[in-house]
Every structure is written in C-alpha cells, then in structure tokens.
C-alpha cells in the first residue's frame, strides 16, 4: 500500500480474456440498482445481499474468494477462511509480496500462499478469471464503476460503501462476515480490535481533545495531508484525537481522503501535534530539510510524532483485522512523547 493508499500503477491486463470468460463463467453479480432496505446486508436461503457504492450484490457461495484492494484479505483470514487470490503487496511487503502479519496468519494457519494479483491502478482480470472466484471482495478499494462492472461479470462483486479507499476498518470486517455467514465471528474480531485500542487510550488521557494533523511525505518530498474521510484519522480519532480545523480549512479538493500540500503552506497546517509518516530516514531528512517545516509550530514545540518505516506505516495505514498488534506499541509511543513535549 503506498503512503497515499491509492492503487499500485500497473498494466492494464487480460480484457480480451474478459469478454471470453463473460461467455464461459456466467457469474454474473446481482443487480446495481439501490435497495429498499436500510441494512448493509441481509441473508436468505438465495444468499446474502449486501449494499455499495454501485448498488447491491447478492453472493450465494464463497467456498473461492478473491479480494482486491486493501484489508479484506485480513478480514477473511481473521474469519478462518483463506482467499484463493489476493493483491501482491510491495509498500512494507516481504519478498513474496505479503504483508508480514498476512504471511504470519498464512503460516500459523498452515495454509498456502494465495494466488497474488498483480497490484495496478486497473485489476488484473485475467488472473482473478484463473481464481475462478465465488465473490471478489473489494470492499476498501479505489475500483471505478466500469471496473465493478467488469469484475462482476466474472463473480459477483462487493465494492465499497461510500468514498472510494475510505472505508472504515470495522465495516471491512463485519461486511467480510456478513458475506461469508460469519457475523457473530466477525463482531468478535471487531471487539478484540476495539479493546486493544481502548485499552491505549485509556493508558495515555492526554491524547483527549489534542488536534492532529496527519501527513505523509514521499521520497521525492510531495506532502500528503490525510482528511476525516481517511480511516487514518479515524483511528487517531479512536486513540483520543481530534482532526485539527485547519485539515479542513486547507483541503484543496484533491481527493476525499487526502489533499497534497506544498512546503510553503505546511505551516498553516496548525494542530496540537504533528504525525510524519515516513518512509525512512532519507526521506525524514528531506522532510526536515524544508523552510516551511522548520516554521512550523508544532516543530518548533517538538511536538511531532514520527512513524518510520513501510511496514510499520501500513500496519496503521488503516488497520486490518491483522495487522494492528504488529506495531501498535511503537505508535501510540510515538504519539505520546510527542504529547508530553
């Protein structure tokens, strides 16, 4: 996943393979007009018909899942079910292309490797017809409506309930259980998630009510300010946090879950406490190095918390149903020395 959690570019691939596979497969997803139900999902004996972005999709089996996008693996990891095909990771990855909580999983499960997708801005169709899926979950996903159309020719299709790559990490679980009949398992997980984060905020008081302002910065020093439509912020939210006013007042439009900012304007990016994502020191360096980071004000004050590091990043960026006991301690430590200054 990368720092602005938007789809890895890449090749668009196998269209020819979709239109002969439309013929050969027949799975076909269930109808993109609205529902009259106000639920997210309701079940029957012809399936489960859950509500998104392009409408509704009834999946009827799941006995082959392919996910796409980020965390629905996990969900259906965490669920005891192994996907046949997920996208191969780079951003914190190992070099098989899993993340290590999603390879650790695997291993503690004695399941094999699922079959990994090529990660790009469009998905690999090809490969996921080769899955021969049941349902493609792609409930934390960035597809477009022409790309939920394409892939549901091949199975029946989940996208995402509202913004694109804004999903909440809670609704990617409890989607994942309701799609594969495991709800009850599903809020088990969820409350697990809820404890241990309540658990930090309940040991640091002070994060109540400081404002933050989230920012990543890639090596080649674009800034990328994370909005309330981000699960990032979301869980900060969670931790105690507020989203600081100027977030908001400085969103140029750009993307619902992120805006860049220049280095001239960081700082009018006013809040209680700073968050750096950053990839590694370098890039630590080049952040450092801008005259409009040295005028920020919560530099100057040293309250700034700093995540280094892809896999720690990630783990965060938002949370799975996996990955947040990887780095955790280290974050929330973070966060309070930045506090405490």
């Keep these: 996943m990368s720092l602005s959690s938007s789809p890895r570019r890449g090749p668009v691939r196998g269209l020819l393979a979709l239109l002969a596979a439309v013929a050969m497969l027949a799975l076909v997803a269930c109808g993109s007009g609205g529902s009259d139900s106000d639920a997210a999902g309701s079940g029957s004996s012809d ?42 990771q780079e951003y914190g990855a190992n070099a098989e292309g899993l993340m290590p909580w999603t390879a650790e999983k695997l291993k503690a499960e004695g399941a094999s490797t699922p079959a990994l997708l090529t990660n790009g801005d469009e998905p690999p169709y090809d490969q996921i017809i080769k899955a021969k899926p049941d349902v493609i979950l792609a409930t934390y996903s960035g597809i477009t409506k022409d790309q939920y159309d394409k892939l549901s020719a091949i199975a029946p299709t989940v996208a995402y309930p509202g913004k694109p790559w804004s999903t909440p990490w809670r609704e990617v679980i409890e989607t994942t259980g309701k799609v594969l009949g495991k709800e009850k398992q599903a809020d088990e997980v969820i409350a697990g998630i809820q404890k241990t984060v309540q658990q930090a905020a309940d040991a640091h008081p002070e994060f109540q009510g400081r404002s933050i302002a989230a920012v990543a910065t890639d090596p080649n020093g674009t800034n990328y300010v994370y909005t309330p439509d ?45 968050l750096e994502y950053l990839e590694d020191a370098k890039t630590e360096q080049t952040f450092n ?29 938002p949370p799975t149903a996996l990955s947040l006991d990887y780095s955790l301690d280290t974050y929330v430590d973070a966060l309070a020395k930045a506090v405490k200054q």
Excluded: C
């Design 230 to 274: 981000d699960p990032r912020v979301e869980f900060l939210e969670d931790l105690g946090f507020t989203s600081a006013p100027a977030v908001k007042s400085l969103y140029n439009g750009d993307i619902s879950f992120y805006y860049t900012l220049s280095s001239e304007k960081l700082d009018a990016l006013k809040s209680d406490v700073l």
């Design 289 to 317: 190095a801008s005259p409009g980071v040295r005028t920020m004000q919560q530099v100057k004050d040293g309250a700034v918390a700093k995540v280094v590091g892809p896999s720690v990043i990630s783990s965060v960026s």
């Design 47 to 88: 399936g489960v018909t859950i509500k998104h972005a392009f409408g509704t999709t009834t999946v009827k089996k799941t006995d082959r899942i392919v996910t796409w996008g980020w965390g629905s693996d996990d969900a259906t990891l965490a669920l005891g079910e192994t996907p046949v095909a997920i996208p191969k």
